[in-house]
């Protein structure tokens, strides 16, 4: 939904890659966003505190709580994973009508899916419907794999990116159901600042709990 005077929220956790963070919010707010000036976004970076290990679905949950607490209400949400770059001036980072996994052509992967369930890198969906299915797994701490069940792509030659080099971690590739999410959620929010170009939230999400209920994926 391309309508003047929807907003758009772009999500994007990380850890200890503040340089990959400052060069993704360059690409996603002035090259690119400059052809799609009818929008209003917010560009927000999420740090976790501690050193335990990650958990992106709920650094996800935070960042759609805290920037609507703090900044305003959103129309749409896009979860930007900090090191994939736009290549292309024209990736839709707009608002859809139903969830659109954005990300579907990077460099690394050969411009292709390793398989048809990804839909991590980048993902776009209206706010209500993050809302209506409870958020992500909060079962997930680690690497990924709390957002491989949402299927919507755009064209693969449209939404290009280029991936920032780093050190390669294992893939995860099981699905889940959703058993917890939003109102199961538990964290601190440590501190917030206005940055150039994005907002800065650092959180506490404590330690993982010792059940075999939960996933550390490393």
């Not at 949950?61 to 736009?86: K, N, T």
């Not at 954005?102 to 690394?108: Q, W």
């Not at 411009?111 to 958020?135: D, E, I, T």
């Amino acid at each position: 939904d391309c309508s003047p005077g929807k907003s758009v929220l772009i999500l994007v956790p990380y850890r200890q890659r503040e340089q990959h963070l400052a060069g993704s919010a360059e690409a996603t707010c002035t090259r690119f966003w400059q052809r799609q000036q009818h929008l209003l976004q917010q560009h927000c970076g999420w740090e976790s505190s501690t050193a335990t290990p990650r958990s992106k679905g709920q650094t996800d949950e935070c960042g759609i709580l805290e920037s609507v607490r703090q900044l305003r209400r959103f129309d749409c949400v896009v979860f930007h994973d900090v090191d994939l770059l736009p290549t292309n001036p024209f990736v839709p980072y707009n608002c859809p009508a139903y969830p659109r996994h954005i990300s579907v052509s990077i460099d690394k992967f050969g411009y292709s899916l390793p398989y048809k369930q990804l839909v991590g890198g980048v993902l776009a969906m209206p706010v209500r419907h993050f809302l209506k299915v409870n958020g992500y797994s909060n079962l997930f701490w680690g690497w990924g794999g709390e957002d491989d069940d949402m299927e919507a792509r755009p064209n693969p030659r449209l939404a290009r990116y280029r991936m920032i080099r780093h050190q390669a971690r294992k893939e995860f590739l099981n699905e889940r159901y959703r058993l917890d999410g939003l109102n199961s959620l538990s964290y601190s929010l440590v501190a917030s600042e206005s940055r150039p170009l994005y907002t800065h939230f650092l959180i506490d999400l404590g330690q993982p709990p010792r059940s075999s209920s939960f996933l550390l994926i490393d």
